[in-house]
């Protein structure tokens, strides 16, 4: 019975392991290309959010949230509110009747309390604007009159969904390029 002696398996058992999750390295380099395809798909919904809301001039874009996790290989994009408010802001929306004052008819109203506070809110506080523009809203009813209702665009779900897809595959194609180039070197 012959003896058969394998140089450098212990090396490459090691070569192996290097590539797996496990490894602090490996999952350093899976993170940073998770990291990157998610940043790059919030872009791509951002642009979609710009051109859901028109007229944005307090930047309800930004409401568009991207994180990936710590403890698992993954990420997150939502719109949902975030954990605290930011600063309030003094922005007044330029009225028509500031505009021209010599217009005869128009809104004379005072601007409500809460009026006054929802146009305080800036950026990453505006969420609710685009959650409005997604889901809808019922109809509006004030002491004034009917203030009408939003209809659901659905704009989230489906620029999300294939923007996430584009960002897995990305990911998926990262990974094993990253793969293939190591068991070359191998």
């Not at 590539?19 to 350093?28: D, E, N, V, Y």
């Not at 710009?50 to 930047?59: A, C, E, H, I, M």
């Given at each position: 019975m012959e003896v058969i002696e394998i140089q450098g398996l212990q090396q490459r058992a090691k070569e192996i392991?290097?590539?797996?999750?496990?490894?602090?390295?490996?999952?350093?380099y899976i993170t940073d290309i998770i990291r990157k395809a998610v940043r790059d798909a919030r872009k791509k919904i951002v642009q979609d959010a710009?051109?859901?809301?028109?007229?944005?001039?307090?930047?309800a874009f930004r409401a568009v949230r991207s994180s990936v996790y710590k403890q698992i290989l993954g990420g997150n994009i939502?719109?949902?509110s975030p954990y605290k408010r930011g600063a309030a802001t003094n922005y007044q929306r330029p009225r028509k009747l500031d505009q021209n004052p010599h217009q005869r008819g128009g809104n004379r109203r005072q601007r409500s309390m809460e009026t006054l506070r929802y146009e305080s809110y800036h950026g990453v506080?505006?969420?609710?604007?685009?959650?409005?523009?997604?889901q809808g809203t019922t109809k509006r009813e004030t002491r004034f009159g009917n203030r009408g209702?939003?209809?659901a665009r659905n704009w989230f779900g489906i620029s999300s969904t294939i923007h996430t897809e584009e960002a897995v595959n990305t990911i998926v194609k990262e990974i094993e390029n990253a793969l293939d180039a190591e068991f070359k070197l191998m």
């Open positions: 392991e290097s590539l797996m999750t496990t490894s602090p390295g490996m999952r350093k710009k051109s859901v809301l028109d007229n944005d001039p307090r930047q939502n719109i949902l506080d505006r969420g609710f604007i685009l959650r409005f523009q997604n209702s939003l209809r």
